[in-house]
């Protein structure tokens, strides 16, 4: 059974930071392009950053405008893992944070072309 476990999520003040984590069992997905998306309460589940590869390079550029500058991805292949390191954190940053891994081709910050999805993990940020 292939599952996208997240963890990493919590309660933070302003300005603070968190990791997230995404663990991938059943299957690996190193050779495939892995996201993190978000939902707020009331809003739609939006894109935040998203790792690909260029030829036989990992490529870590896609993020939203949101975050660009405060949001970090990576990943580690050894353990079929991607993170997300959130710095500078804002109370418009509370979501529901999922991450997401995409088989097939599509856009790489559209949800819709996403194949697996984990359960997501609460950050929420305190004023």
């Known amino acids: 059974q292939v599952r996208l476990v997240e963890s990493g999520g919590g309660l933070v003040q302003a300005g603070g930071s968190l990791r997230l984590s995404c663990e991938a069992t059943?299957?690996?997905?190193?050779?495939?392009?892995m996201a993190w998306f978000r939902q707020a309460p009331g809003k739609e589940r939006e894109f935040v950053a998203a790792t690909t590869w260029i030829g036989d390079r990992a490529y870590f550029g896609h993020y939203s405008n949101s975050v660009k500058g405060r949001f970090t991805m990576s990943r580690d292949r050894a353990k079929n893992m991607v993170f997300l390191e959130m710095t500078t954190l804002k109370p418009e940053d509370t979501a529901v944070y999922y991450c997401?891994?995409?088989?097939?081709?599509?856009?790489?910050?559209?949800?819709?072309?996403?194949?697996?999805w984990g359960q997501g993990t609460q950050v929420t940020v305190s004023s």
């Open positions: 059943g299957r690996s997905f190193n050779e495939d392009d």
């Open positions: 997401a891994a995409k088989i097939g081709s599509g856009a790489i910050d559209g949800a819709s072309g996403y194949d697996y």
